[in-house]
């Protein structure tokens, strides 16, 4: 499989449940972020890894929670969310080195949340 | 701090009619500039983008972006549009290599 991968495509949960989404890049990338994309709303960049690390935490909720356990894979773990956070949320890969971040961001094809 | 402003929210065109697709960025220093393109139900693709040099850069699906320094613009165009370039775009900056800025989206619906 090439790519940057995402599972799984579609969640629909409850307010009450805990879900986890999982990214996977095969492109060698040493950078990971997440992105929300809501319906008339604006890309928004929710975290970012370099080399496993967290980088980038833009003012998210601590009822999500990312994990980043190689430069491959990257979670995102989810717990009593809002209706309001139903979205897409995609996951990118990129290749960074030392502080250029300059390189181009391949995306998964997202996972489609919708929360009861 | 960079910004990016992509000045139409929807461009609606028939097929095999011309397009340009507009984007503005706000920044004083060196800049790298990108168009990624998003069909339904998928994610991102890059399009095509400019790091340095000739300021007309092409891309796949017969697209191309001309960077304009003077007037901070980077405009996406194609001369022959088809029902398939039904999609969203979006316009990315990165300053001084520094991590991408996207804009809010431009729809662009070709019509038969």
């Known amino acids: 499989e090439t790519g940057v991968t995402q599972t799984p495509r579609h969640l629909v949960m409850g307010m009450t449940n805990k879900k986890s989404l999982k990214c996977e890049q095969h492109l060698g990338h040493n950078a990971m972020y997440w992105y929300k994309q809501s319906a008339k709303k604006p890309l928004e960049l929710m975290f970012v890894?370099?080399?496993?690390?967290?980088?980038e935490n833009n003012s998210v909720p601590s009822r999500f929670s990312p994990e980043c356990p190689n430069s491959s894979h990257l979670f995102l773990h989810l717990h009593t969310l809002q209706p309001e956070d139903s979205a897409l949320y995609l996951c990118?890969?990129?290749?960074?080195?030392?502080?250029?971040?300059?390189?181009?961001?391949?995306f998964g094809p997202g996972t489609r949340l919708t929360v009861l | 701090a960079q910004s990016v402003t992509q000045l139409d929210s929807q461009v609606p065109v028939f097929e095999e009619a011309p397009v340009e697709l507009r984007c503005n960025y706000s920044?004083?220093?060196?800049?790298?500039l990108f168009w990624y393109v998003q069909y339904p139900n998928q994610g991102l693709q890059l399009l095509l983008k400019y790091l340095s040099g000739s300021t007309l850069v092409k891309g796949i699906n017969g697209f191309e972006a001309e960077f304009n320094k003077s007037q901070t613009s980077f405009h996406l165009r194609k001369p022959s549009v088809h029902i398939s370039d039904t999609a969203e775009y979006f316009c990315a900056v990165s300053e001084n290599a520094g991590k991408s800025t996207f804009g809010d989206g431009t729809t662009l619906t070709v019509k038969p």
């Open positions: 990118a890969s990129s290749r960074t080195s030392g502080r250029s971040w300059g390189n181009e961001q391949f």
């Open positions: 920044s004083s220093v060196s800049v790298y």
């Open positions: 890894y370099s080399l496993e690390e967290r980088v």
